[in-house]
């Protein structure tokens, strides 16, 4: 059974940083691209950065760039966000995803309804 869980969410003043984690299990998904989108109350659910198989191809929202970094551990099946000089706005609750469409190896969409499993979430709030 395919599980992510997140962690590494929580409470941080303006202007500091996070590193949120999320662990893959029930198969091997190095071969997969996978996401971190993030919800705020009254929003829809928006990509913040996804990352290929290999690393080689990333995206980011245009809000995140040159803040945040998208990384991964194909070894740990794990991906990662680091998060710096956060901001009020980033306040939300951050999912990892992954998209296990073998037509879509090598491919990084920002597309939430193409990712097949999500974590639980981890809240991020961000105090000014």
């Known amino acids: 059974q395919v599980q992510l869980v997140e962690s590494g969410g929580g409470l941080v003043q303006a202007g500091g940083s996070l590193r949120l984690s999320c662990a893959a299990s029930?198969?091997?998904?190095?071969?997969?691209?996978m996401g971190w989108f993030r919800q705020a109350p009254g929003k829809e659910r928006e990509l913040v950065a996804a990352i290929s198989w290999s690393g080689g191809s990333t995206t980011y929202a245009d809000s995140v760039k040159g803040r945040f970094t998208i990384s991964r551990d194909n070894a740990k099946n794990s991906v990662y966000l680091q998060m710096n000089s956060l901001r009020p706005e980033d306040t939300a609750v951050y999912y990892c995803?992954?998209?296990?469409?073998?037509?879509?190896?090598?491919?990084?969409?920002?597309?939430?309804?193409?990712?097949?499993?999500w974590g639980q979430g981890t809240q991020v709030t961000v105090s000014s």
């Open positions: 029930g198969r091997t998904f190095s071969r997969y691209t």
């Open positions: 995803a992954v998209d296990l469409d073998p037509l879509r190896i090598g491919v990084v969409t920002a597309r939430p309804k193409e990712y097949d499993y």
